[in-house]
C-alpha cells in the first residue's frame, strides 16, 4: 500500500506559477508511474500527467502542455507538478496517484489517492 500527501496548492492570479508536491510513503518499489489528475466542482476528475518510475519518460493532457510539468525525485519518494501560465479554467482540487501502469490516463487505472490540493486561480 502507498501513502500519498499532496502539498502546494493555493490561490495564484491568471498567469501566475504554482508548485505542487507529492511524497509518498510505504511499499513505494511496487509503483510505475505517478501521476496527477484534477477534479474542478461539478466535473469528473481529469487527467493532467504522469511520469514513469525513472522520470525520464513524462506524458500530458493537451490542455497543460507547454505549461505544467511533471518530475520526480526518487530518492525524496517525491513527484511535482509545475504549473505556469496559469488560467481560471485550471482552478481545481489536484490529486496525485500511482500506477503499475505507464502511458494510462484512465482513472480506473491509477490509485492509492492522495487528499488533494486546492488550487484556485483567479482572472
Known amino acids: 500500500q502507498v501513502q500519498l500527501v499532496e502539498s502546494g496548492g493555493g490561490l495564484v492570479q491568471a498567469g501566475g506559477s504554482l508548485r505542487l508536491s507529492c511524497a509518498a510513503s510505504?511499499?513505494?518499489?511496487?509503483?510505475?508511474?505517478m501521476g496527477w489528475f484534477r477534479q474542478a466542482p461539478g466535473k469528473e476528475r481529469e487527467f493532467v500527467a504522469a511520469?514513469?518510475?525513472?522520470?525520464?519518460?513524462?506524458y500530458y493532457a493537451d490542455s497543460v502542455k507547454g505549461r505544467f510539468t511533471i518530475s520526480r525525485d526518487n530518492a525524496k519518494n517525491t513527484v511535482y507538478l509545475q504549473m505556469n501560465s496559469l488560467k481560471p479554467e485550471d482552478t481545481a482540487v489536484y490529486y496525485c496517484?500511482?500506477?503499475?501502469?505507464?502511458?494510462?490516463?484512465?482513472?480506473?487505472?491509477?490509485?492509492?489517492w492522495g487528499q488533494g490540493t486546492q488550487v484556485t486561480v483567479s482572472s
Open positions: 496517484a500511482v500506477s503499475t501502469l505507464y502511458g494510462s490516463s484512465y482513472t480506473a487505472d491509477f490509485g492509492s
Open positions: 510505504g511499499r513505494t518499489f511496487m509503483t510505475n508511474a
Open positions: 511520469a514513469s518510475r525513472s522520470g525520464g519518460s513524462t
